[in-house]
């Protein structure tokens, strides 16, 4: 048996290699961590980005497929595992010669970039950006038009200063925050490493550092590029690596430097070589790569590189060769801002813009058509006619004032139209709508009551555009590990040879605090506590050599022996105890070696190549002679040991729906059953279930598969199929030794949130790649299920029988709505009753319905369900189920999850919510919001967006009646001045009114106002129900706002001009009236909306009045502007605030009845809610006593 590979270095903290059996060679390669575990997961899941670990092609990167939610996806892969790299597919790096490897190619220099604009280009590109905004296109047109000399309306730079502003606030903010992104990346850019240079290790900027360069990371320092290991201070060539940085994930990683390179040392030896590798891609997770060194080629894979943003520790130094830099790193690849979603409330916005600005061209129609008449019927008087002579007799020659003829004129008074009534689309509502997201978005974060404590994260909002979406949520499609539990395991049952060990359920005593061993007068003692059961402790010591005794010594060294914990030893309040800390990817395997540890198996040190237990007091070194990591095929990993007795065995742990196909069929079958049933019962309590089996490999089989896994680690094409195949060849013959049962905890105020959830009329679908039994015990104890109930299940093997399935289903579910006595809810938004039925289906009947005409029947049967629970199903599968109902509802849906396997379904939903949880933060990083607990997830729709939804409904409203009412008083105008477009209202008012006058009001109420208490809105979930019915923004609420609008705009205009007609008043002070009119009524509107009072507000209220009062003053005070002095003459005649008074009450009287008597007479939920809390009885009234719309019902008439 021959290998390129050298035999492992020997530790000098452990016995020699001689003390091994001779026949068997160590291979520090092979004992590679593996991926963070979930064994309870389907055969169809892909294994989550944070815990996969394979070797990919870049072009299996780059390509992007049509996404198929059905099929299991393992075909894609090995079909991408089989590209050979040749020269166009890969990068080039010579090791040490920085000029040899940027010969051919000109690779990316590390300096870092995350800012969108410079110097030269934040001008031009904010601009185009802004004005992807056809709101802004429209703006700008309209500024261009009035430039010109023919529709001069209003002075040319006061036509340009609203849009002007809006562009000037907007850049603004855009400009400091890409100056705050500019700083951190100098900060970046200027740290310093330790470059190999001239046979001597300098310190150069990070910016500086180049592909090729030999690089020195010192213990806790950052990795400046993508390297990979060429040697560490660590004699078998580990480094451990945090990627808190990078994917969130606070557990050390393992990395190693491959064996050829471990004794070479720049400063002694010169370093020449050769690396090919994958173009850079996003796989963090991934890397394809050899080396050639010495005359020999070495595979290279994700375990020999480490990545920017990481950090060295528990290593004191190690060397590395620089592949990627600057923007070409996998973590800038990978940086993405917030996602860009829109809300549905400013898409159904867009709806009524359309209708305003058909308005427009409806009012301006009208005008230039009037005017049309007017010129005609006119013709022969249009010479000398007052304020409009049409010939110029003032010099000796005459000539015409600008007149152009009937058509031109016509078309001139369209155009101008436009002009006068721009702001009918109101371009403040835009820069409105941003700000008040803005605070929402604080308020939000600021919040104590969705502050998590454990981790200390605070709420975070990622996407700040669609906060109103969560008033209106209908679907949370929610993952079950780490999202409703807690994804902190815990040890609690075994079934060792059959027999059932469950007396560790128990209370924890202190006999029962693990296993203690002593080194050189220091205790070490593991850092966790496990329950023991007592039986089974005393059967380890005392009776080691029964058959019964053997068996639990296996089951108890797999635990501790088949995983990649790397234990660390730390410091205790005790000075002569040491706890140790065990460090890993999965929480599983950490409670699989806490608790094999409680029971006298102790893993002490890991290395690359043998690990140490201490096995009731007697230490015992194994060799990690190989270890096959987990994938989504097998759903299994394994580990072969040499062990001290001279024998070499095989421990395997995995999914039951794995392990027992691959058991030795001659093993006694009903230690096989008893094992199945125990685990059927772990699985009922809400369990985890992990099967763990083993067999002793003879001398010839590990020959053959030691040649095989050889073969399969160096090989550049299919690596991944081949090192899948060997190691199902490997697995197989296996004796089972038992299984374990680990409990994952609901998460604090899961059952409650729930059940809110679910009375606010919001559905709740469970998507895990959890058993059945698991997620259905999980959902009974979170209240998702309940006892009465009508169960479902659709476990089918083909696509016949599920069609079959779904159909009985229908059938059943249409029957249980007219059976007496069966409680179903009332008719869906979607028109559906919903029944009290729970649909509970796997992974792989969803191979078959998804993608396929079954989707429809499938939608149907969901849809009459009150509970849809997906059990084994995989993260492609998780967004084609959110696609399902997304793609045939208009109801608004939300995705929450905590690991990167959720990614998927929740950028496919509406709104994606991200957990910061235990497994890191890839969730988090694709959402768009974050939060550290599922719990807080009733406080953010059933408070914050019940408020965002009613103050941004009422905030569209208000500003479309506060831009018409003021158009249409120049409407009215326009009549009684032959069409001429002239404005009694100065130009510079009727550009501040937007800006000024009445929009600091409206952005205050957006932010600050409250219908309803916090407490009521959580004590009465059925409130939730307003988004649902769309009670704050619809089409009816628009009509009637703007039949409002026409009457108060009769009312400002008409109460002036009755009041002043036939006297001297000019112009100018009868247009100061109406500005100050429509800015007080404006005002007194919205200030009869406001719910909840603040200084804030009144000081926004009051406050524009006054800044309306002391603008019009100043405007009128200057001598260059037209109207001088006429707000000071006007004011003191008495009809001036006579006529103010009576267009307030005027205008305002009939809104006043109707509120009234819709309220008294007709008042939906929150009226009631709103009336309770002011008079007090709410809080004492049962929620029974309230009555209320029905949850999903149509709104109240």
């Known amino acids: 048996m021959t290998s390129n590979r050298p035999l492992l270095i020997p530790s000098p903290r452990t016995p020699n290699t001689h003390d091994l059996p001779p026949t068997l060679p160590l291979f520090p390669d092979s004992a590679k961590p593996t991926s963070a575990v979930d064994y309870s997961q389907s055969p169809q899941e892909e294994p989550t980005p944070s815990s996969s670990r394979r070797s990919i092609s870049s072009s299996s990167i780059q390509s992007k497929p049509s996404i198929r939610y059905g099929s299991r996806g393992a075909e894609s892969e090995a079909a991408a595992s089989q590209k050979e790299m040749n020269d166009e597919d890969v990068r080039i790096i010579h090791i040490n010669q920085v000029a040899h490897t940027n010969e051919r190619f000109e690779f990316s220099g590390n300096s870092i970039r995350t800012t969108k604009y410079s ?194 520790k528990n290593t004191h130094w190690a060397l590395g060769v620089a592949v990627y830099a600057g923007r070409e790193t996998k973590v800038m690849l990978n940086s993405s801002g917030a996602p860009s979603k829109r809300s549905r409330l400013e898409t159904r916005m867009n709806r009524e813009i359309i209708t305003l600005s058909l308005f427009l061209a409806v009012l301006c129609t009208a005008v230039s058509l009037c005017a049309a008449v007017w010129l005609k019927r006119e013709s022969d008087n249009l010479e000398d006619i007052l304020f409009y002579r049409k010939k110029d007799y003032s010099g000796d020659e005459v000539k015409d004032y600008k007149y152009y003829g009937w058509g031109l004129e016509i078309v001139f008074t369209f155009l101008m139209s436009i002009i006068v009534f721009q702001i009918m689309i109101p371009i403040s509502l835009y820069i409105s709508m941003e700000l008040v997201r803005v605070g929402q978005a604080y308020f939000m974060i600021r919040d104590g009551h969705m502050y998590d404590e454990a981790s200390n994260a605070r709420f975070q909002c990622r996407a700040l555009n669609i906060n109103e979406d969560l008033g209106q949520i209908k679907y949370v499609f929610s993952d079950k590990t780490g999202t409703l539990t807690e994804n902190k395991m815990e040890f609690q049952c075994a079934s060792i040879w059959g027999v059932d060990y469950n007396g560790c359920r128990g209370s924890l005593e202190k006999n029962q605090l693990g296993h203690n061993v002593q080194i050189d007068g220091i205790i070490l003692r593991p850092k966790m506590a496990v329950k023991a059961d007592p039986d089974l402790l005393q059967l380890l010591r005392s009776e080691k050599d029964t058959t019964e005794g053997k068996h639990i010594h296996e089951f108890f060294l797999a635990l501790a022996a088949c995983n990649t914990i790397v234990p660390l030893v730390t410091d205790s309040s005790e000075q002569n105890v040491k706890l140790i800390d065990y460090q890993g990817e999965s929480p599983d395997e950490q409670a699989l070696v806490y608790a094999a540890a409680t029971y006298g198996f102790m893993l002490i040190e890991r290395t690359s190549g043998h690990i140490t237990i201490d096995i009731q007091g007697e230490r015992q070194r194994f060799s990690v002679l190989g270890l096959h990591e987990f994938d989504s095929d097998r759903k299994r990993m394994s580990v072969i040991l040499g062990c001290p007795d001279q024998t070499v065995k095989v421990f395997v742990k995995g999914a039951d729906t794995t392990m027992f196909s691959v058991t030795d069929k001659k093993l006694n079958l009903n230690i096989i059953r008893a094992t199945e049933s125990h685990i059927h019962a772990y699985s009922s309590l809400g369990l985890r279930t992990l099967v763990v089996g083993m067999r002793e490999l003879t001398a010839s089989e590990f020959e053959q598969w030691h040649s095989a896994f050889e073969a399969a680690s160096t090989a550049l094409i299919g690596r991944a199929n081949l090192l899948r195949k060997v190691a199902s060849n490997i697995e197989n013959n296996l004796i089972i030794l038992g299984a374990s049962g680990i409990e994952d905890k609901l998460q604090m105020g899961v059952p409650e949130s729930i059940d809110s959830l679910r009375t606010a009329g919001v559905q709740v679908w469970v998507l895990t790649g959890d058993k059945q039994e698991t997620a259905i015990s999980i959902g009974y104890s979170s209240k998702l299920l309940t006892r009465r109930m009508t169960q479902v299940l659709i476990n089918s093997i083909s696509k016949e029988s599920c069609r079959r399935s779904l159909e009985d289903a229908i059938l059943m579910s249409e029957k249980l709505m007219t059976v007496p006595g069966v409680e179903h809810s009332t008719q869906g938004s979607s028109g559906d009753v919903i029944s009290s039925v729970a649909l509970i289906i796997d992974g792989t009947s969803l191979v078959y319905i998804l993608d396929s005409e079954l989707e429809e029947k499938l939608f149907e049967l969901a849809n009459r369900c009150s509970v849809v629970l997906c059990c084994r199903v995989a993260p492609l599968q998780k967004a084609g189920i959110v696609a399902l109902v997304k793609n045939r509802t208009t109801d608004m849906t939300l995705a929450i999850g905590d690991g990167a396997n959720d990614v998927s379904m929740i950028q496919m939903a509406d709104v994606g919510v991200g957990i910061s949880g235990q497994e890191g933060r890839q969730a988090v990083m694709a959402s768009d919001f974050a939060m550290g607990q599922f719990r807080f997830l009733v406080p953010l729709l059933l408070v914050h967006g019940h408020w965002n939804y009613q103050r941004m409904g009422y905030m569209l409203l208000y500003n479309f009646y506060r831009n018409a009412v003021f158009v249409l008083i120049l409407f009215w105008y326009v009549l009684f001045t032959c069409f001429t477009l002239t404005t009694a209202i100065t130009e510079w008012s009727s550009m501040l009114y937007s800006i000024i006058y009445t929009a600091v009001p409206t952005i205050v109420v957006g932010i600050l106002d409250k219908d309803l208490s916090r407490m009521t809105l959580l004590t009465y979930p059925q409130l939730y129900g307003a988004g649902h019915r769309q009670e704050c923004y619809n089409s009816k609420l628009f009509w009637l706002t703007m039949f409002d609008t026409v009457w108060q705009s009769v009312a400002v205009f008409f109460i002036p001009l009755f009041a002043y007609w036939g006297s001297t008043i000019d112009t100018s002070s009868i247009g100061d009236l109406w500005t100050l009119s429509v800015v007080i009524l404006v005002n007194l509107h919205l200030a009869m909306d406001v719910i909840r009072w603040s200084w804030i507000t009144h000081a926004a209220i009051w406050g524009s009045i006054v800044a309306t009062w002391i603008c019009v003053i100043v405007i009128d005070a200057i001598p260059s502007l037209v109207g001088y002095w006429a707000i000071f003459d006007v004011m003191k005649t008495g009809p001036f605030w006579l006529c103010l008074l009576a267009i307030i009450i005027t205008a305002l009287t009939p809104r006043l009845c109707v509120k009234y008597l819709y309220q008294y007479y007709s008042p939906c939920d929150v009226q009631i809610a709103r009336e309770g809390e002011k008079f007090g009885n709410l809080r004492a009234s049962s929620p029974v006593q309230i009555e209320m719309d029905p949850i999903m019902g149509t709104q109240r008439s």
Not at 129 to 154: C, D, K, S, T
Not at 253 to 272: F, G, H, N
Not at 276 to 285: F, G, L, V
């Open 119 to 312: 110097v030269f280009t934040f001008l031009p590109r904010n601009l185009f950006e802004q004005f992807h905004r056809v709101a802004y296109l429209y703006f700008l047109v309209i500024a261009v038009l009035n430039q010109l000399p023919q529709l001069a309306v209003f002075g040319r730079g006061v036509s340009i200063l609203p849009l002007a502003f809006v562009l000037l606030v907007t850049a603004v903010k855009d400009a400091y925050e890409d100056y705050r992104r500019h700083r951190s990346d100098r900060i970046e850019n200027n740290r310093l490493a330790s470059v190999f240079v001239d046979n001597q290790f300098i310190l150069k900027k990070w910016k500086d550092v180049q592909v090729g360069e030999i690089i020195k990371i010192e213990a806790n320092e950052g990795i400046p590029c993508d390297m990979v290991l060429l040697s560490t201070s660590d004699p078998t060539g580990v480094a451990y690596v945090q990627t808190i940085n990078l994917d969130g994930e606070s557990n050390l990683k393992t990395r190693y430097a491959k064996q050829e390179t471990l004794s070479k040392l720049p400063e002694k030896d010169r370093i020449t070589g050769m690396i090919k590798c994958e173009r850079p891609n996003r796989n963090i997770y991934g890397f394809q790569a050899f080396m050639e060194i010495d005359g020999k080629r070495l595979s290279l894979g994700p375990s020999n590189i480490v990545l920017r943003g990481c950090e060295l």
